[in-house]
């Protein structure tokens, strides 16, 4: 959108002869120049430019995911929980609201209604923990942490989530938990 109106207001200046010559303005004798210092083809970015939209929004999602996946990743290795065991009002409030709630299919998940947060071992993977819904009528349902991190990020950050969960996702989740 901004790329557009700036588009528009330099088109609109040059139209009206309101662009100085190149000469008179040795900044501007490149093309991306002309363009919100967006880089031609065969040019680097340069400082301010192109970049500088992704490492604000990189360092934004840092700041929004980390202290999430830390708090899983303690949640399920630090020994803090046995298996079979709820979560603390506390842990559970963050997984429902940072986690769960952006699961893809969280009505599924949820069933007739959550009454808790528990970790246990997986049904399939005898050696993996994972975090389960305890359902009002005692129903347990696994979900994936991953996936519902993935989902928050892609819809709080439509134009980086790709770029981030290339970047930064799989190798949050695999590091060991801090000690």
């Not at 200046?13 to 008179?24: D, E, F, I, K």
């Not at 079979?84 to 429902?96: A, M, S």
């Not at 347990?140 to 993935?150: A, G, N, V």
Request: proline share 8%; glycine share 6%; with cysteine.
């Amino acid at each position: 959108m901004a790329l557009a109106a700036a588009l528009a207001r330099a088109a609109t200046r040059l139209l009206r002869g309101g662009l100085p010559p190149s000469a008179a303005y040795p900044a501007l004798s490149s093309r991306s120049h002309l363009f919100c210092n967006l880089p031609a083809d065969n040019e680097p970015s340069a400082p301010g430019g192109v970049e500088e939209p992704w490492e604000e929004a990189e360092a934004e999602i840092l700041r929004d995911v980390e202290p999430v996946v830390e708090l899983v990743k303690d949640i399920l290795h630090s020994g803090r929980y046995e298996d079979g065991g709820l979560l603390c009002p506390d842990d559970e409030k963050v997984i429902v609201e940072k986690v769960l709630a952006h699961h893809p299919r969280l009505e599924d998940k949820i069933g007739c209604g959550l009454e808790a947060i528990m970790v246990d071992k997986h049904p399939g993977f005898k050696r993996s923990r994972c975090l389960f819904v305890v359902r009002t009528n005692g129903d347990l349902e696994d979900f994936s942490y991953r996936k519902c991190l993935r989902a928050s990020i892609e819809r709080a950050y439509p134009s980086h989530a790709d770029r981030f969960i290339d970047k930064h996702l799989e190798q949050m989740l695999v590091r060991p938990p801090p000690k």
